[in-house]
């Protein structure tokens, strides 16, 4: 499990959502804005701040196609893909309605010395 400093949390006002491109591995890393279809060994990561001060972090590609959901939607606690209209839980990553029917992974976040940090290796849905 590792720690990856996305951004600091005065950036991500009440409702909105910061994404980013995350090299994965030992080391993760931010490189840069989320892509779709990103090169090998990364993914779009999107870090949600609800309007009631929750904070949570999922991958940002749908499970159903090439689309950012941080391009979508966010409303609550979920984000509505728009491509197809799945609307996705931020806390467990499960799509609430089809076309998607698999979740997204998820990660811990934490507010540190105000920064938002999340836990790789730690997602929800691919736990050892
Ligand atoms: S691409 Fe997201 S629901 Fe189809």
Redesign the pocket.
Known sequence: MSSLVIGSADEIGLGEVRSVQVRLGTEPEVIGEPEEQGPPGTTAIVVAHTEDGQWFALNDV??????L?SEGDFEGCTLE??????RFDLATGV?QNL??DQPVATYPVAIEDGQVVIEIGQDSHDQA
Do not use: F, I, R
């Open positions: 749908c499970s159903h196609g090439p689309v959901l893909c728009w491509g197809h209209g799945s799509p076309p998607a």
